[in-house]
């Protein structure tokens, strides 16, 4: 069963990796059909912006083949349905994780359980917070249960920490009752960061990071460094842990980590994790239980969750081009035309 599709559909996509000229957004790519019994269609209305895609359009993450659609989340409607399918069924109203959600139409396959289902009469505001939260928010919910288990009384370097990512891990390990030592290039993040929970702020731009750290955590070093910087700050996230520290590198902001000896490692007997979101979310259960646990801490109000600015989809390069450049905080997402 399904709702009229039509054959094309307006997409933002890239036929070659490079830089910001690359990005092209037309009304040319075909809609996808239902292939096998456990498809189905949705029919987007919003999808959440990550740093992720810069690193796809520039070849740090492979891409497959061409035209590579972005987009890693949405929300939308079902609008077409495999015979197979069972939870599931046109008109309803679902956010969800997949590749190629910078697109009016996304097929996913219900044999990959990433979706949440939402309520028939979810508003506008609704669709866009589930459409933008479920990336960003798993991800600080799965690592600071996983990749680094954040206990009570730890200090925690938490980088970008007015970033999309950071401001929700702020936040939560706040709440687990460790201390947050956030890192952000300007006062005004910091600010942010503070009204998040932050008990301690280092500019980038103007402080001695790796003094400050000593200074909070009287010449220990911290538990846990979340660093999502990546090459630029690698050095200074290892020299800022304590003995037996842990460090957790999950992003390549300024670009990927450069190769090194294990033998770094060896003097503070540090852990190191280079995690991704995917790889903690594989099971039904898995996908159950931390989104599970997301919409509960978000609707309890244990976390707050607001969309630094929504950009119309055909004005993705611009958005890009803030949130490389530095210039954004939070969540920045996109809407899709109907
Ligand atoms: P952010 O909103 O955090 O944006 C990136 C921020 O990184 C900037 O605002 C900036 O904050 C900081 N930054 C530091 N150095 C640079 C640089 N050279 N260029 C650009 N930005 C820099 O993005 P997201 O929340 O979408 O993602 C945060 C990071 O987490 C990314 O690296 C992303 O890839 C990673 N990630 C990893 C996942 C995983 O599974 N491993 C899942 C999701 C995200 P400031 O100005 O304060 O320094």
New binding site residues.
């Given amino acids: 069963m399904s709702k009229e599709i039509p054959k094309t559909q307006s997409a933002v996509y890239i036929n070659e990796l490079g830089e910001y000229d690359k990005i092209k957004f037309d009304n040319s790519i075909p809609t996808p059909k239902i292939e096998s019994s456990n498809e189905i269609i949705v029919k987007n209305y919003y999808a959440g912006i990550?740093?992720?895609e810069a690193?796809f359009r520039k070849g740090i993450y492979p891409v497959g083949k061409f035209p590579y659609v972005f987009g890693r989340e949405a929300s939308g409607e079902v609008v077409a349905v495999g015979d197979d399918v069972k939870n599931l069924k046109v008109g309803d109203k679902i956010a969800y994780l997949s590749p190629g959600t910078f697109a009016q139409y996304t097929k996913i396959t219900t044999n990959d359980h990433k979706y949440i289902k939402l309520p028939a009469n979810s508003t506008d505001e609704d669709l866009k917070i589930f459409g933008s939260l479920l990336?960003?928010g798993l991800?600080a919910l799965t690592f600071i249960n996983e990749a680094y288990k954040v206990q009570k009384g730890d200090n925690i370097l938490v980088?970008?920490?007015?970033?999309?990512?950071?401001k929700i891990l702020t936040q939560l390990i706040t709440n687990l009752g460790a201390n947050v030592i956030a890192?952000?290039?300007?006062d005004e993040?910091l600010k942010l960061a503070k009204e998040n929970g932050a008990k301690y702020l280092i500019n980038?731009s103007t402080d001695d990071i790796e003094g400050k750290v000593k200074e909070f955590t009287n010449g220990k070093g911290v538990d846990a460094s979340f660093d999502?910087?990546?090459k630029?700050t690698f050095k200074t996230s290892l020299n800022s842990l304590k003995r037996k520290g842990t460090f957790i590198s999950?992003?390549?902001?300024?670009g990927p980590v450069e190769n090194f000896g294990l033998g770094i490692l060896t003097p503070k007997n540090i852990k190191l994790a280079r995690?991704?979101?995917?790889s903690y979310i594989v099971t039904q259960e898995e996908w159950d239980h931390y989104s599970q646990e997301l919409l509960k801490l978000y609707k309890e109000g244990k976390f707050k969750f607001d969309i630094y600015k929504t950009y119309d989809l055909k004005d993705y390069k611009q958005a890009t081009q803030d949130?490389?450049g530095?210039k954004?905080?939070?969540k920045l997402t996109l809407k899709i035309p109907q």
């Fill in positions: 990550n740093f992720i690193y990336l960003q991800t980088w970008a920490a007015a970033g999309g990512v950071g890192i952000a290039s300007t993040k980038s999502s910087v990546g630029d999950y992003g390549n902001s300024s995690p991704t979101l995917n949130l490389e530095r954004t905080h939070g």
